[in-house]
Nanobody
Framework: VQLQASGGGLVQAGGSLRLSCAAS????????MGWFRQAPDKEREFVAS????????RYADSVKGRFTISKDNAKNTVYLRMNSLKSEDTAIYYC??????????WGQGTLVTVSS
């Protein structure tokens, strides 16, 4: 599975961004898709995930109510809408996919920088 993430950039605190992750078509289903992030000098952490049907979602406590994950199966793409961004959201965001219970595939990462 190949994953291509995009949509990162520089945004002011309180602003919004939408990340996209396009997956190779033939293996898009029945994978769980998700987002992780890694801030400078910190370990990679889970952000959000969606089951393959796009009906079961999980979020890290730190982003609940601000971030929304969604899937478009017709486009083989998963999105992460990020609102009310904070400086602590600054990180490289990675798209990942895999069978339930295993994050087997990773995209290249996209940088999100939130200025205060």
């Amino acid at each position: 599975v190949q994953l291509q993430a995009s949509g990162g950039g520089l945004v002011q605190a309180g602003g919004s961004l939408r990340l996209s992750c396009a997956a190779s078509a033939r293996t898009f289903r029945p994978l769980v898709m998700g987002w992780f992030r890694q801030a400078p000098d910190k370990e990679r952490e889970f952000v959000a995930s969606s089951d393959w049907s796009g009906s079961i979602f999980r979020y890290a406590d730190s982003v609940k109510g601000r971030f929304t994950i969604s899937k478009d199966n017709a486009k083989n793409t998963v999105y992460l809408r990020m609102n009310s961004l904070k400086s602590e959201d600054t990180a490289i965001y990675y798209c990942s996919a895999g069978p339930p219970g295993s994050w087997s595939f990773w995209g290249q990462g996209t940088l999100v920088t939130v200025s205060s």
